[in-house]
């Protein structure tokens, strides 16, 4: 009999979803926009504090498409974007006919370099002679990047920041949450993420008026009029009733789940702290909060006798479910003419890191059948 398939972060229900979903069918809000959108909006920007106001989306990717729609990014524009993320990340740039300019990673945190940030600017002001008009740093995994110093060059250069905190609902830097350090912030709720609407996204905005210009462009961009007029290219973007429903759900149980995420990650960590060959994933210094959304290893083949890849097969013939940590921008064919500045970090990264399940719902003893899975395989 095959084992119990161990998932790498599957979706969990906190058992409140059923009340919201049923007063949506109740009152026939079935459609996009209703009360539930609305709480859920007013729920995650008082969680997310710093008076910020929050737009509820069809996904993450649209998030990061109307805030730089928002700051006027246009076809020939050039937008600086972390190189080691999910595809997401960048196709916006590209909607848009701008151009994706690639930055690498630094070691501590693996996002955005902010030394290879300030290189990127000043080498694509001297080739071009205008700045980017935009930038896009990633917390990956949940990790913050290092916005203190990310944010200080962005303002020596006066370039906006769109916060990619889709993996990061939770995660601090210095006691102040992720997505709230630029001038927008994207974040996602797949299914696979801290908490889902089984599919969604959300815009992090620092006022009401972009909040409500967001608003306008996520509805088709309908001006006020009693007929239907559009004077602008809009979208169909706005999250739907019954999907806010689940979102205000699992709203009362984030905290628990973000908590559970990091308790994963302690495990792993203690019990592979010594293992040859295998390092976790883990943040450089206290001021780093991580939500730890997945728990991450590097595997160094000639320490450990194996390498990622044999591991990941292994874990796949043990019914487990683990990935490669991102291919990063500038190695995807599809990016293959994108300007990319950086020194090696992210690639080497992706060739030897793999993400281990870490799913809120995830037992100990399935974490216990993971670790002896890795320890086996420096057995063989």
């Known amino acids: 009999m095959q084992n119990k398939k161990i998932w790498l972060s599957l979706a969990k229900m906190g058992g409140h979803e059923q009340k919201y979903i049923q007063e949506a069918f109740d009152t026939n809000w079935v459609v ?10 007013e729920t995650l920007a008082e969680y997310i504090g710093e008076k910020r106001k929050v737009v509820a989306l069809s996904s993450g990717t649209a998030a ?3 805030a730089l729609i928002q700051l006027g990014v246009q076809p020939g524009d050039e937008v600086i974007c972390q190189s080691f993320t999910f595809v997401a990340s960048a196709n916006p740039i590209k909607y848009l006919g701008a151009n994706p300019v690639f930055v690498g990673s630094e070691p501590d945190t693996w996002n955005m370099s902010p030394d290879l940030l300030r290189m990127a600017i ?16 990633v917390h990956l995994y949940g990790m913050p990047a290092k916005m203190d110093e990310i944010m200080q060059i962005a303002r020596e250069f006066e370039i906006p920041v769109v916060e990619d905190a889709a993996e990061a609902l939770g995660s601090e830097l210095k006691g102040q949450k992720c ?8 974040l996602s709720f797949n299914g696979n993420k801290i908490i889902t609407t089984s599919g969604g996204g959300a815009l992090v905005c620092k006022t009401r008026e972009q ?8 509805t088709q961009a309908r001006d006020e009029a009693p007929h239907y007029q559009h004077s602008e290219i809009g979208y ?12 205000r759900g699992q709203m009362t149980v984030l905290q628990d789940y973000v908590n559970r995420r990091r308790e994963i990650h302690s495990i792993y960590k203690s019990l592979l702290k010594g293992v040859r060959g295998i390092t976790v994933m883990d943040k450089p210094s206290e001021d780093f909060n991580s939500n730890f959304w997945l728990t991450c290893i590097l595997v160094d083949k000639e ?4 390498d990622r890849e044999m591991l990941r097969k292994k874990m796949d013939s043990m019914n487990i479910e683990t990935r490669p940590l991102w291919k990063p921008m500038h190695l995807q064919p599809v990016f293959a003419e994108s300007p990319y500045y950086g020194n090696g970090v992210e690639d080497s990264l992706f060739d030897n890191g793999l993400c281990l399940p870490s799913g809120a719902g995830l037992s100990n003893e399935e974490i216990e059948k993971v670790i002896g899975v890795i ?6």
């Open 64 to 66: 990061i498409h109307l």
């Open 236 to 247: 169909n973007y706005r999250m739907s009733n019954i999907c806010a429903g689940i979102g």
């Open 211 to 218: 909040s409500d210009r967001i608003k306008f462009f996520a």
């Open 179 to 186: 997505g709230t350090f630029g001038d927008y912030a994207c």
């Open 32 to 41: 996009p926009l209703g009360p539930n959108v609305n709480a859920f909006e």
């Open 303 to 306: 320490k450990a006798g194996f």
């Open 122 to 137: 000043e080498d694509r002001i001297a080739k071009t002679d205008k700045k980017p008009k935009a930038i896009i740093p």
């Open 375 to 380: 320890l086996k395989a420096g057995k063989e």
